[in-house]
Every structure is written in C-alpha cells, then in structure tokens.
C-alpha cells in the first residue's frame, strides 16, 4: 500500500535554512530551503515503478518519477512512514552551509548542498537530472577531505 509524507526539518544552527522531504505517494523528493527559496533539490525513491522512459520529455510538470535507466539495480527503500525515521546532518563551514546528509534508519541515502540540482542518492545508477551518484569518493569531495 501508497504512503505519503512530509516533513519540514529546521536547521537548529541556523534557521535560515530547512529541509522538506515529500512523498506523494508516487515518488519522493528532498529540498533544500534557504528564507522560503528552495535551493537544492534531489530524488530519493519512486513508490510507482520506475517507467522506462523519461517523464519530463512528456508531462509538463513534475515531481517526475526517476526512470530506469537512473535507478540504481540496488535500490531498495521502504516508503517513509514515521517522522523518527529520518535523520538530517547538516555540515557548516565556519560561516556557510556546505551539506545536508539525510539518513534514513540510520543510513545514509541523499546529500544535498546549496545549489544543488539535483542533489546526491545512494539510489542513482548514474548521473541524471533528478539525482546524482552518491558514494565514498562524492562525500569526501562535498565534506572537502
């Protein structure tokens, strides 16, 4: 069975900035809010099946489902349900936002960072206009190590 879900998480450092993450029960999407602008986006999972062709090459408006050819063979994600599922680690500079880590059930599944369209998933095969590839190798180069 469909699930929706939403949620706005606040940053405490600063309260500039939130994350919403909103399941319309057909797919799931994470912004990045900076005073009311979204500033970042990323896909986070389709509860539709993933269609074989691109969405956005034939509806107008999204949130478009991830096709295919973007959704990793590994994907594998129950559909958000209790709002103590996700966890958000938000990574500043001395000054600056630099990333937002969401967790769900302890692992970590997207990255987002200001202007980042489309953010990091550990769900994205490869690089695409919903999402980006997210591994060890993209974090360190993010965090700045």
């Known amino acids: 069975m469909k699930s929706e879900y939403y949620m706005q998480f606040i940053c405490k450092e600063d309260n500039r900035f939130s994350v919403v993450i909103d399941d319309n029960s057909s797919v799931c999407y994470a912004y990045l809010i900076k005073n009311n602008n979204i500033i970042g986006d990323v896909w986070l999972y389709n509860q539709e099946p993933s269609p074989k062709f691109n969405e956005w090459e034939f509806k ?66 490869k690089n695409g206009p919903l999402a980006k590839v997210l591994n060890e190798n993209v974090l360190k180069s993010i965090k700045g190590e």
């Open 60 to 125: 107008n408006e999204g949130p478009f489902l991830n096709p295919e050819l973007y959704v990793s063979d590994e994907y594998q994600t129950k559909p958000l349900k209790e709002h103590n599922s996700v966890e958000l680690k938000w990574g500043f500079s001395s000054t600056e936002l630099v990333f937002v880590e969401i967790y769900f059930d302890n692992r970590l599944v997207a990255v987002i960072t200001p202007e980042s369209k489309p953010g990091w998933s550990i769900f994205a095969k």
